[in-house]
């Protein structure tokens, strides 16, 4: 792969990394993750069937919501899976 064209990566935290629940609900977002290659914007939302993780990828145009079923499989999945799904391209 060459720089413009990156490796895609995913990780598990490491072991007996320690995870605290927020007390007070936590904030909301927006979060920003970016980087050279890609930048996503993370917030929580409410909907009409309940509350989502929003993931947007303003420079892909995309957006997906995830509710806490959808966020548990992603939670148990081997890196190698997401590695995949990363390589794959939008629309393929």
């Known amino acids: 792969m060459t ?3 990156p490796r895609p990566q995913a990780e598990n ?3 007996g990394e320690v995870f605290e629940f927020p007390k007070d609900g936590g904030n909301a977002g927006p979060i ?8 996503v914007v993370v917030r929580k939302v ?8 929003e993931l ?3 420079r892909r ?7 806490a079923v959808a966020l548990d499989v992603l939670s148990y ?9 990363l390589a794959r391209s939008p629309g393929a």
Do not use: H, K, Y
């Open 3 to 5: 720089e413009s064209n």
């Open 13 to 15: 935290p490491d072991e």
């Open 32 to 39: 920003v993750i970016a980087n050279e290659f890609a930048d």
């Open 46 to 53: 409410s909907t009409r069937n309940g509350m989502r993780l």
């Open 56 to 58: 947007w990828s303003p």
């Open 61 to 67: 145009g995309t957006c997906v919501r995830f509710d």
């Open 77 to 85: 999945q081997e890196p190698e899976f997401i590695t995949e799904l």
